[in-house]
């Protein structure tokens, strides 16, 4: 049985951009090739600095690997998911795979927010190619902003890949729409202490568990 995400035109696109994605720290600017790990972590961890800190990495696909993409289309395939919002685009890897799911489960709404303007402008691109521009919602800027209104009454599928000192803050706006049920996906959270303590939590009302090394799945209880 065929779909969306293992067929033309999705399979082939992704197999380019996660190619590309590879290269790309090739030409990144040294600055970032050559910073220590201790420096990389303040930065990411900052809510004063990151966006300095991201916006040197503006020409860079901040791209999930491909088994958490697979994670995220099997996650809301399982799921039935319909309505589902992603913290940060970059280029629009890990998008082409939360819409072809909305693909497969017959239609709904992906809300994603980006703050930087080129990559918006790339991602768009990338997911017209795939033919699943029509499910996708792009919102431009802060997250904390764009987040903050206009949502589903009823969210199945949170993926958090932005600026990792954000994580908790963005959970906050989503989670009284959250339905029981409903999965949060953390690309990167070994950044984001603060954020690993509130789901981990037994009083949280999430069920959390490491994936990958540095991806957290959490599942939002009744």
């Not at 909305?102 to 997911?127: Q, Y």
């Amino acid at each position: 049985m065929t779909n969306t995400l293992t067929s033309s035109p999705v399979a082939p696109l992704l197999d380019l951009l996660f190619t590309q994605a590879d290269a790309s720290w090739s030409t990144a600017d040294p600055a970032l090739a050559t910073m220590s790990d201790a420096e990389q972590t303040r930065l990411m961890r900052s809510k004063t600095d990151y966006l300095d800190f991201y916006g040197r990495m503006k020409d860079l696909p901040l791209a999930v690997s491909p088994e958490t993409g697979t994670l995220l289309y099997m996650l809301a395939r399982s799921g039935n998911a319909r309505y589902i919002v992603e913290f940060g685009t970059s280029f629009g890897i890990s998008t082409l795979h939360l819409a072809a799911a909305l693909r497969d489960n017959g239609g709904g709404r992906l809300i994603t927010s980006e703050f930087e303007p080129s990559k918006v402008v790339r991602a768009r691109e990338n997911l017209t190619a795939g033919g699943l521009a029509d499910l996708v919602e792009f919102r431009q800027g802060d997250a904390l902003q764009t987040l903050a209104a206009d949502l589903p009454a009823s969210i199945d599928l949170v993926l958090l890949d932005g600026a990792k000192a954000l994580y908790s803050d963005i959970l906050a706006l989503l989670e009284s729409r959250l339905r029981p049920g409903a999965m949060i996906v953390a690309d990167n959270a070994d950044y984001c202490p603060e954020y690993l303590a509130r789901v981990r939590s037994p009083a949280s009302g999430y069920l959390s568990t490491p994936f990958s090394g540095d991806v957290e799945v959490s599942m939002r209880l009744g």
